[in-house]
Each structure stands twice: as C-alpha cells, then as structure tokens.
C-alpha cells in the first residue's frame, strides 16, 4: 500500500494527531495524558503518515526549538519504514527552517532506529513519563 507523508497543521488534524498518540503513547505504553498533551502542539510543526485511503498511521512533531518528538506509528505500521519517513519529513522542515542542529529524547529501545537516522546519542540515561530516554542529536 501507498505510504503518504504529508505536514500538517494542529488546528486543522488535531485529530488524527491526537488519535494515534493516544493509542501509542497512552494506551500502550501507559504515559499520563497531562505529560502526553503539554501544550506545546499548537507551537510545532506535525508531520502525518497516511495511507493512500487517507488513513493515519503515524505521526511526529518539531518544535521551533529543534526538538523533535512525539514520534508514534500505529502497531500493524512499524517496521516498514513509516517512523523514517515521518522523521525525513521533519528533519528537512528543520532544514529548510535553518536549524544547524535537531534533538530529541529517544526512548532506549528505540536507540538504533535513530542512529540509523544519523543520530548521535549523548549523556546518561534518564526517565520521561516512566520511560528510559536517552538524549540525541543530530548535526544538519
């Protein structure tokens, strides 16, 4: 099936947006809804993957401070290359925005799929919403 990787705007796809971080982030993997909904949605820049039925599948944000996150892809998605295309989609916003340099806060397991999307992991471990993250960076 044909993936589509598109921008989108918070006050327009709130929905779908938040859709999918509640089923990943809240229902899976138990994160609070008040540290999942910070506020700081409106502020950033979403990226959405669609089917080509215009169904979501995943989704990811960049802050205009360089950060990226809220990368979550739905259960039947992940493993066939959806997180890279949301996160290509985002890192060439930051590009194109001019950041020199984009972060983000990867939960541990998720550690080699970021380093195979140019990251570098820096520091110690630490907890978010009872989750094991490290902090990575990548050089634009």
């Not at 809804?33 to 502020?43: N, S």
């Not at 541990?108 to 970021?114: E, I, P, Q, V």
Request: charged share 25%; net charge negative.
């Amino acid at each position: 099936m044909t993936l589509i990787v598109r921008l989108a705007h918070w006050s327009e796809d709130e929905a779908a947006i938040r859709h999918v971080r509640e089923v990943v982030f809240i229902e899976e993997q138990a994160v609070a809804p008040d540290l999942e909904w910070d506020g700081l949605d409106a502020e950033c820049v979403h990226a959405l993957a669609e089917t080509e039925n215009r169904d979501v599948v995943g989704t990811g944000r960049l802050h205009p401070g360089g950060k990226i996150g809220r990368m979550a892809v739905l259960r039947p998605w992940r493993q066939q290359g959806v997180g890279a295309a949301i996160l290509a989609a985002l890192v060439a916003q930051a590009q194109q925005r001019g950041h020199p340099e984009v972060y983000l806060h990867a939960q541990t397991r998720a550690l080699a799929f970021y380093e195979r999307q140019g990251f570098v992991a820096e520091g110690d471990e630490f907890d978010e919403a009872g989750i094991p993250h490290r902090l990575m960076r990548r050089i634009l």
